[in-house]
């Protein structure tokens, strides 16, 4: 079956550590997509790629990093210099370069910092 | 400020009854508006999108309205069943960006659905 498949759904990082999180897409979509959700907050994009080899900042990346090496895979990493990490994590994916129509997201990373 | 603003509180509703849930932005033209269904530790799901120059959309059980005089959407569950009890989400893009990147979220409305 097509969809997103993100991993770990749970994960426990000490403070100072570097974790990655990863993002796997069959749906052939070009564009994907890295979000954070926090109790009452909205959504927030913390990186976007449309194309493979590119890849923009969203609106919180500072502390985070991406790569976009192929179509299928936008892994997150999440580093020491994030200040507050803890968080639900969410990776998604659209098709057409992400110009228009629906998010298809995958389960969550839920990241946790002792 | 721009902002989307959804019910703060949850909606408790009979079995059966409609859900009626609310979706208001100020200082955007949005090109589309979209709902998404979030289960509890899960990923939101895509439930119905509709168009700045589109009054209603439906599927299903589902109805959403959008009104830009008004600036906006309802999202209506008909003959709703308990597995209807989530939180939903509402996400505007604005016209002014070229692609999803600039989607805005709300925060949620929870709704629960009573047997």
């Known amino acids: 079956d097509g969809g997103i498949t993100q991993s770990p759904k749970y994960l426990f990082r000490k403070e100072g550590q570097n974790v990655t999180l990863s993002c796997e897409q069959n749906?052939?979509?070009?564009?994907m997509y890295w979000y954070r959700q926090d109790p009452g907050q909205g959504l927030r994009l913390i990186y976007y790629?449309?194309?493979?080899?590119?890849?923009q900042k969203g609106d919180i990346a500072e502390g985070y990093s991406v790569s976009r090496e192929k179509k299928e895979s936008f892994p997150l990493t999440v580093t020491s210099a994030q200040k507050n990490p803890t968080a639900f994590y969410l990776c998604?994916?659209?098709?057409?370069?992400?110009?228009?129509?629906?998010?298809?997201f995958g389960e969550g990373s839920r990241l946790t910092v002792l | 400020s721009q902002k989307i603003e959804q019910n703060s509180e949850a909606l408790n509703i009979q079995e059966g009854k409609t859900a009626t849930l609310t979706c208001n932005y100020t200082?955007?033209?949005?090109?589309?508006l979209q709902w998404y269904r979030q289960d509890p530790g899960r990923g939101p799901v895509f439930l119905l999108l509709?168009?700045?120059n589109e009054k209603e959309k439906r599927k299903e059980r589902l109805k959403v309205t959008f009104d830009t005089t008004l600036k906006q959407s309802l999202f209506h569950i008909t003959a709703s069943q308990p597995a209807d009890s989530a939180t939903y989400l509402c996400?505007?893009?604005?016209?002014?960006?070229?692609?999803?990147?600039?989607?805005?979220w709300g925060l949620g409305t929870s709704l629960a659905v009573n047997p």
């Open positions: 998604a994916s659209s098709p057409g370069g992400g110009v228009t129509g629906e998010l298809f």
């Open positions: 996400a505007l893009r604005p016209f002014s960006a070229g692609n999803n990147r600039k989607l805005i």
């Open positions: 509709i168009r700045e």
């Open positions: 200082n955007y033209s949005p090109a589309y």
């Open positions: 790629s449309q194309i493979v080899n590119d890849f």
């Open positions: 749906l052939n979509h070009d564009a």
